[in-house]
């Protein structure tokens, strides 16, 4: 509508950045326990409205991101259809047997299948399908159940920048800042090992005492007992290996990687069908379609604010704050990531890192870089700070907490505020010697 | 005497030598419980928040859950049974603190038998931080007496 009218530069700068502010406030308070996807698709559809935004602009924001919108929608089939097949009990099965009895081992291989997982299959099929499968396994050998699912949920954000498609946030920066496969691997990988490293550590330092003897073996489900459909399992099997090497070999050509995930759930689906053990509603039911309408909305706000010139300012401010040097780019790089993810989600605070850094205009190589490498470590691990969701989810169980409630999340939040800062520290160290 | 005995699938030798030590079986009802723990699902669900999923996973999992959960709440009752025969098993779902002190109430306990700490994860013997969140809650509001069966450790 606004668009009919003359506004002053100003007046739209104020009213665009009160849009992103309310949507971005919005996300992180969830008032009425409003979906966050409701909450940005309703800030990006008022800036259009309004005419904040020209219709055209959105139109061509989404379709230049659709490696981010079709590598989401592969990779949630890739993990429904592989978790259809059984692959992931039968996994977690093989997993327990191999630890031999033994809580600690098993604790290791917890650790050690959700880093295989995540570094495939992405953050999120760990988390959720992992999780829930590993609570089963532990529930009926009566181990502790907590320490086992925390190694699920923290490994599911520390084992994520393995490889470029290990969380999407990777796709979301890398769309923007085309980074080789050796590149980020060498400036990520061994960042990554040392994360995992410390992970696994301090797990065993903090939970020593609950993962001490032995568990009955006889207890163990069989491994054949996952597999639903022999043949199916085999042709999945063979399937998700070719998509992994297809992934590594996208990623060194650089070729899109939504191509791989998308084509690759295709040939998984088409097996599914051929075999009876998923339907297309079965499969649509496992896909969070949300998760579009929320990625879309924020790529939205984020273009009406780019449009402003506020992001090229924010991208200045960084370099700035970082002294134009590669160790001040990882610094503020990683500590504004890892802060603003636990504020606003990653996925958002990706969203702001890509526009700030595309925009920060000439900055030395090194720092560049460093800042790019940063972001990606800073929104893969941050959310691990805050397990319960965010920083706002916290302040809110504290509130709950002094009101006499008892809040079991700040259990969760008291491990996340330990483990978390010194991966993050480790990490962040790691990157700027491979920068060197 | 109707005595509530809080079973954490580790802890049954520790309770029923307490248990045998002190009343003698003629003068005795038992009742065992086992409180399944919500937090870890709870965490599950925050996680599928997270990911913008709904909080439940889908139904054959979650059955598959339940199916672990109730196996594993059977067997820890049924080796109850074996240190104390005759005893009446008691399940409960939710957050254990509330839900012993709730089943105190509802079962009209007249003496709640806990341990501190489960023995897997036992901290101080004595001092702060020996009594565990869940037993300091049933010691703040527990409706009966309650016998908090220490470790072998403090002898």
């Known amino acids: 509508m606004l668009l009919f009218f003359h506004l002053p530069t100003l007046t739209k ?214 597999i639903r459909h022999p043949a199916y399992f085999r042709y999945t099997c063979t399937a998700l290996l070719l998509i992994a090497l297809a992934y590594i070999i996208a990623s060194a050509l650089q070729i899109p990687l939504s191509l791989v995930a998308s084509g690759g759930a295709f040939i998984l689906f088409f097996g599914a069908l051929l075999w009876k053990q998923i339907t297309f509603k079965d499969l649509g039911k496992q896909i969070s379609w949300s998760i579009f309408g929320f990625i879309g909305g924020m790529f939205i706000i984020v273009r009406a604010v780019e449009n402003t010139g506020l992001t090229t300012q924010f991208g200045q401010l960084l370099i700035h704050l970082s002294g134009g040097t590669s160790f001040g780019a990882v610094v503020v790089g990683t500590t504004g990531s890892a802060i603003g993810t636990n504020l606003i989600n990653n996925i958002p605070m990706a969203i702001v890192m890509r526009a700030a850094l595309g925009a920060a205009g000439h900055v030395a190589p090194t720092t560049r870089l460093g800042f790019i490498v940063a972001t990606i470590f800073g929104c893969d691990l941050g959310p691990n700070l805050t397990t319960v969701g965010s920083l706002a989810t916290i302040l809110w169980l504290l509130i709950l907490r002094r009101r006499n409630l008892d809040v079991s999340g700040l259990d969760y939040f008291k491990v996340g505020i330990l483990v978390t800062p010194l991966m993050l520290l480790a990490g962040a160290l790691t990157i700027w010697l491979l920068l060197l | 005497m109707r005595v509530l005995c809080c079973l954490d699938g580790t802890n049954i030798e520790q309770i029923s030598r307490a248990v045998s030590t002190m009343l003698q079986p003629d003068t005795r009802t038992i009742g065992l419980l086992y409180v399944l723990d919500s937090g870890p699902l709870g965490e599950i669900e925050r996680q599928r928040e997270r990911f913008f999923r709904g909080p439940h996973p889908p139904m054959a999992r979650r059955e598959q859950m339940r199916q672990a959960e109730q196996a594993s709440t059977r067997d820890i009752l049924e080796e109850g049974n074996r240190y104390l025969p005759g005893a009446e098993q008691l399940q409960r779902e939710g957050r254990p603190e509330r839900e012993i002190v709730q089943c105190a109430t509802d079962w009209a306990a007249d003496l709640i038998v806990i341990c501190p700490r489960s023995p897997k994860n036992p901290g101080p013997p004595l001092g702060p931080k020996s009594v565990g969140h869940v037993a300091r809650f049933v010691l703040d509001h527990a409706p009966c007496a309650v016998l908090l069966v220490r470790g072998t450790e403090i002898k």
């Open chain 1, 13 to 226: 700068t104020l009213l665009i950045s009160l849009v992103a502010l309310l949507t971005l406030i919005g996300i992180m308070v969830r008032p009425f326990k409003l979906n966050e996807a409701t909450i940005a698709m309703s800030g990006a559809a008022l800036l259009l409205i309004i005419g904040l935004i020209n219709p055209l602009d959105v139109l061509t924001t989404l379709s230049s991101d659709w490696n981010t919108f079709f590598f989401f929608l592969g990779m949630m089939s890739l993990s429904a259809l592989a978790e259809a097949a059984g692959l992931f009990d039968w996994l977690a099965a093989q997993a327990a047997r191999l630890a031999g009895g033994s809580s600690k081992r098993l604790l290791l291989n917890t650790f050690l299948l959700g880093t295989m997982i995540t570094m495939v299959l992405s953050n999120d099929a760990t988390a959720l399908i992992l999780t829930p499968i590993v609570y089963t396994l532990v529930t009926r050998l009566r181990l502790p159940v907590i320490p086992f699912l925390f190694a699920c949920t923290f490994i599911a954000d520390s084992a994520s920048f393995l490889l470029p498609v290990s969380n999407p946030i990777n796709i979301i920066i890398l769309s923007s800042f085309r980074l080789d496969l050796w590149t980020f691997l060498r400036l990520l990988f061994l960042p990554d090992l040392v994360v995992i490293s410390i992970n696994i550590g301090i797990f065993f330092l903090l939970y020593r005492r609950q993962i001490q003897g032995k568990f009955d073996a006889k207890r163990l489900p069989s491994a054949a007992e996952s």
